[in-house]
């Protein structure tokens, strides 16, 4: 039965997330709102989902591996595997603003959330974890962020408004439904792929904080994947892009914030190397970003190598 929920989960993914590009993308030029901004909220909001649903549920479990791991592996998905097979699919360009500001603020919340972790170095204390304490820090950085967003917002409104048509498209009510129904299958997908291929994984004798790492942590972000790969095939790079470091963001600072408010998380050893990686793979992102204001094939290749080997380090580390 584990197998066949998650075919299905998959196929609800692929179509959940075409009709989620299509309507956020309308509703995008209706309200006369750039795709990258879609990208970093409506959109990454949406592909979040899954992780918050899981973090939230592994928080009042006491999974504390599952947490983190899908937190931190998530993370390091995106920005490999989403980043990765984009590129390689339609090299994506990079505006300014994300470098600047975008990116640097992604790279801010992976170093905030290692230095929360770091209890034992940082405080002498008998062991390390994000407590509530923690996770209300986190979440107001997230508030600063929705303030960056909502400001940008405005300013791309006030700047464009006289140029934007008021008949793009379908009609409202299509793009609505099309946004919140590939929502809904990219929410239900997601977690119908996640618990069945958990199940399967468990079966088969994985830890659990391998489990979070790996199919976990891959499972929430096959929204990612799909969507971005879509925008992308779509020509909708900025949006792309957007949803990677928008995602991130959010599942450092809504999804860890909201799961460590919710139930204290200990922190498991073996994920600080994890987190190492993910803030060395963000600065290799905006490097990346940062020449030509582009990530091409190449770039999108040494990324997919480069999971690949993390995958083979932590298979053989578990």
Known sequence: MAYILLIIGFVLLIRGADYFVQ?????????????????????ALGTSSPEATVAI????????????????????????????????????????????????????????????MMDTFLQDSPSNAITRGDGI???????????????????NRSGTVAEAPTDYGEPWWKNILSTLGGLAAIIIGGEMVVSSATEIALALGMSEALVGLTIVAVGTSLPEIMTSVTAALKGKGDMAIGNVVGSNIFNIFFVTGTAATVSPIAVESKLFLDGFVMVGLTVLLLIFSRTHFSIGRRE????????AAYLIYIIIRN
Do not use: C, H
Not at 23 to 43: D, E, F, R, Y
């Open 137 to 155: 820090i986190i979440l107001l950085f997230f508030l600063i962020f929705l303030y960056y967003v909502f400001e940008m917002a405005r300013k």
């Open 23 to 43: 309507g956020a993308s309308n509703i995008a030029v209706k309200l006369n709102v750039s795709p990258l901004l879609v990208g970093l909220t409506i959109v």
């Open 57 to 116: 549920l592994a928080a009042l479990d006491g999974s504390a591996g599952v947490v983190l791991g899908n937190v931190i592996g998530s993370n390091i998905v995106n920005m490999t595997v989403v980043v990765g097979l984009t590129a390689v699919i339609a090299p994506l360009t990079v505006q300014s603003e994300t470098v600047r500001k975008e990116i640097p603020f992604a790279l801010l919340g992976a170093v905030v959330m290692l230095v929360l």
């Open 300 to 307: 999108g290749a040494f990324m997919l190598v480069a999971y």
